[in-house]
């Protein structure tokens, strides 16, 4: 029994190897061929702000300095006493320490400030659906409510591949079209035409 215990071992670790393998190359090599991706292995980061995302800013102890704010085209933000800020590409935590950070520095004595996104930035849809354009994003957004928004697929639409355009990205990713693929505010989705 000792004799084989070293033998398990080694096929152990082979098969634990060759199964790893195949997981990391599968899914990003793939996307690079053009292959596509399952609405599950969409990697959900921390939203950033960018143009046309409209923030509600609050500041405690100081309604004169809160209010709504819209992030311009230049990505920033334009706040009483401190003047234009940059949001753009920040998370809105990050965003409330900057805001804290210069109120704090001779304006305010340990400034407490909060930062919500109130109304996000569109999203575009083209391609085989009955209205193509922008449409306004709403939390928990999926590719089949987008469809649906712009007036659903034509009849040439392909419904199993989906193609989305990140905004912060340079290149279209093509995924399986499922109840779960999601749309992010600014993403252009394109719906391509099926193959008889």
């Known amino acids: 029994m000792t004799a084989l215990r070293p033998l398990f071992i080694f096929f152990l670790s082979a098969l634990t190897l060759a199964l790893a393998a195949c997981g990391t190359t599968g899914g990003t090599a793939g996307a690079r061929d053009g292959a596509t991706i399952d609405a599950e292995t969409q990697v959900?980061?921390?939203?950033?702000?960018?143009s046309a995302d409209r923030?509600?800013?609050?500041?405690?102890?100081?309604?004169?300095?809160?209010?709504?704010?819209?992030?311009d085209g230049t990505g920033a933000i334009s706040l009483p006493l401190i003047g234009q800020m940059k949001a753009e590409g920040l998370s809105t935590a990050a965003l409330e320490n900057a805001i804290s950070a210069s109120l704090g520095n001779g304006y305010i004595?340990?400034?407490?400030?909060?930062?919500?996104?109130?109304?996000?930035?569109?999203?575009?849809?083209?391609?085989?659906?009955?209205?193509?354009?922008?449409y306004?994003?709403?939390?928990?957004?999926?590719?089949?409510?987008?469809?649906?928004?712009?007036?659903?697929?034509?009849?040439?639409?392909?419904?199993?591949?989906?193609?989305?355009?990140?905004?912060?990205?340079?290149?279209?990713?093509?995924?399986?079209?499922?109840?779960?693929?999601?749309v992010k505010p600014g993403d252009t989705i394109r719906v391509g035409e099926r193959i008889f």
Do not use: C, M, W
């Open 44 to 50: 959900a980061t921390a939203y950033t702000l960018g």
């Open 55 to 71: 923030l509600r800013v609050t500041v405690f102890g100081h309604p004169d300095l809160s209010g709504e704010f819209e992030v």
């Open 109 to 134: 004595l340990n400034p407490r400030v909060s930062v919500e996104v109130i109304n996000y930035r569109p999203f575009y849809i083209l391609g085989e659906v009955g209205k193509p354009g922008e």
């Open 136 to 182: 306004p994003y709403t939390s928990g957004l999926t590719v089949q409510n987008a469809v649906a928004a712009a007036g659903g697929f034509t009849y040439r639409a392909n419904k199993k591949v989906v193609h989305i355009k990140s905004i912060d990205s340079d290149r279209e990713i093509a995924y399986d079209l499922t109840p779960s693929t999601v």
